[in-house]
T-cell receptor, first 113, second 114 residues
Framework: NAGVTQTPKFRILKIGQSMTLQCTQD?????MYWYRQDPGMGLKLIYY???????DKGEVPNGYNVSRSTTEDFPLRLELAAPSQTSVYFC????????????FGPGTRLTVL | AQSVTQPDIHITVSEGASLELRCNYS??????LFWYVQSPGQGLQLLLK??????LVQGIKGFEAEFKRSQSSFNLRKPSVHWSDAAEYFC????????????FGKGTRLSVIA
């Protein structure tokens, strides 16, 4: 089992560019999550999904979009990158909801200049 | 809705000394509680979790945590810290219903000095 994988590991974007952060899990988990982590601010939930075709907003969804067409994949889309989106992004998955352990990917470090 | 507070932003301990990281939660029912560790440049890894039963739970890497309902706390402890324990530690609380995501604290950064 690879667990949760994320690509790319690092990326530099220019303001206004778009990109998709990829996340895949091979544990057949129903729930998947996207977080951003800024220094001293902990983890902030961007979006989550309870199953294929179902997504919901988290605490900080503005500027991001998600889709979940399969159980395995949960890509995060940045449409018009802004410097405020400079952060480390983590994808996670869990078998069930908030009373279940989450498994985290290694993260994507994104810089917007 | 549940919430978590980790009162200490940064703690420094000497190698071999004992460690206690504080976590306070707010939730109306019995919570599901977790401690995660994040080594530099890595994702989060589960240290231990509490769902029910014995209020003292053992985790990996020699860590333990004690659930105290009366104090709404779930503090993480280790009797003797190793230099490799230097990392960021996150407490998280989940609802018994499971229909909302875990809520994470802001984390406590642990530094270990010789």
């Amino acid at each position: 089992n690879a667990g949760v994988t994320q690509t790319p590991k690092f990326r530099i974007l220019k303001i206004g560019q778009s990109m998709t952060l990829q996340c895949t899990q091979d544990m057949n988990h129903n729930y998947m999550y996207w977080y951003r982590q800024d220094p001293g601010m902990g983890l902030k939930l961007i979006y989550y999904s309870v199953g294929a075709g179902i997504t919901d907003k988290g605490e900080v969804p503005n500027g991001y979009n998600v889709s979940r067409s399969t159980t395995e994949d949960f890509p995060l889309r940045l449409e018009l990158a802004a410097p405020s989106q400079t952060s480390v992004y983590f994808c996670a998955s869990s078998y069930a909801g908030g009373n279940n352990e989450q498994f985290f990917g290694p993260g994507t470090r994104l810089t917007v200049l | 809705a549940q919430s978590v507070t980790q009162p200490d932003i940064h703690i420094t301990v000497s190698e071999g000394a004992s460690l206690e990281l504080r976590c306070n939660y707010s939730y109306g029912a019995t919570p599901y509680l977790f401690w995660y560790v994040q080594s530099p440049g890595q994702g989060l890894q589960l240290l231990l979790k509490y769902f029910s039963g014995d209020t003292l739970v053992q985790g990996i890497k020699g860590f333990e945590a004690e659930f105290k309902r009366s104090q709404s706390s779930f503090n993480l402890r280790k009797p003797s810290v190793h230099w490799s324990d230097a990392a960021e530690y996150f407490c998280a609380v989940g609802a018994a219903s499971g229909n909302t995501p875990l809520v994470f604290g802001k984390g406590t950064r642990l530094s270990v000095i010789a």
